[in-house]
């Protein structure tokens, strides 16, 4: 992705999408519209497939915010998001990145990635799996990532794919990188408790799950640092 192609604040995506060549809606409206079509989208492709999508709804607003601090975005030089649905995070990291800090996202959902790219015209996008990160990292121009959120349903993929994206994502981040992830289950689950201790073989710095309520669900963000 070209530098040109990120953004520093929310007020100048409908901006950008002028300069791609597509209409621009005034962000109240542009905001509107996402609100009334993604949750009755985002719901339709849970029932499609429950395990790949992983929750009922998009991350609200509050949730979105967690997971895109603690992660030295207002500094860093490159930054990836893994499963993005229609943008939520992406609008929060989009927000905080420099205006040169390269970026891009990776959702495997057909239908998501088309509203996400309605949404979010000028920002590259990969229809794949996490699992080639790396392969993605070259492709935008990336040696080393400075952060990666994450809303994949991590804890009910299996488990030699949980082990293939956490090894392909610490091999790019950059010593110190950060890696932020939810969940919507409790910390004292097994999946849960599973899911930490193999955090805790990858990641130097494991931070306790924090919960985040919102008004549609609680959620817990796990924070790490390689």
């Known amino acids: 992705m070209s530098r040109s192609s990120s953004t520093t604040s929310p007020s100048t995506l409908p901006e950008r999408a002028t300069r791609t060549g597509r209409t621009a809606l005034p962000q109240s409206r542009e905001r509107l519209a996402v609100d009334d079509v993604s949750p009755m989208l985002f719901l339709g492709e849970f029932f499609r497939s429950p395990l790949r999508i992983g929750a009922l709804y998009q991350s609200p607003p509050r949730i979105a915010r967690a997971l895109a601090v603690e992660l030295g975005l207002e500094s860093a030089a490159a930054v990836a998001e893994f499963g993005p649905g229609t943008g939520p995070v992406t609008r929060e990291i989009l927000s905080r990145i420099p205006a040169d800090c390269r970026f891009f996202a990776v959702e495997r959902n057909r239908r998501l990635a088309r509203a996400f790219r309605t949404r979010f015209p000028g920002v590259t996008l990969y229809e794949d799996s996490a699992e080639h990160v790396r392969e993605l990292c070259g492709k935008s121009g990336i040696d080393r990532l400075d952060a ?76 790490c640092t390689k």
């Open 148 to 223: 990666v959120v994450t809303s994949i349903p991590w804890i009910v993929l299996p488990p030699s794919v949980q082990e293939s994206m956490l090894l392909e994502t610490t091999a790019m981040l950059r010593p110190g990188g950060r890696f932020n992830m939810i969940t919507y289950r409790s910390p004292s689950s097994v999946l849960v408790r599973r899911m930490m201790a193999q955090l805790q073989r990858h990641f130097s710095v494991v931070e306790p799950n924090i919960k985040v309520r919102s008004r549609v669900s609680s959620a817990f963000i796990c924070r």
